[in-house]
């Protein structure tokens, strides 16, 4: 992967960016790091100054737009399907 960085303009993003452009807290950063869910971060020295690569935090809030597409769809699914439910049930009532 660090061969394929080097290919390509790479821009470090401090902190305060990084909450602007995700929308969490310096905490919530923080935790979604040590969860494995956030991209982790970049030591700039002796590791008292860090930066984020900017192309990982767009790609991070591109798959949460992906995911909340797909938790729309499924929630779509399942109201369709719980509507079909009833109607079936009302036909059986009916008949």
């Known amino acids: ?3 394929e960085i080097s290919k390509q303009s790479v821009r470090l993003t401090r902190l305060g960016e990084v909450r602007r452009l995700t929308g ?7 935790a ?4 494995g869910e956030f991209p982790q971060r970049v030591a700039l020295n002796s590791g008292t ?3 984020w690569v ?4 767009q790609e991070y809030v591109l798959s949460r737009i992906a995911q909340r597409e797909q938790d729309v ?6 109201r369709e ?3 079909a439910e009833r109607r079936a049930t009302k036909a059986e009532v009916a008949a």
């Open 1 to 3: 992967m660090a061969s």
């Open 24 to 30: 969490l807290s310096t905490s919530g950063v923080y």
């Open 32 to 35: 979604a790091m040590s969860r």
């Open 49 to 51: 100054a860090v930066g």
């Open 54 to 57: 900017e192309s990982e935090i």
């Open 73 to 78: 769809a499924m929630r779509d699914a399942q």
């Open 81 to 83: 399907e719980k509507k």
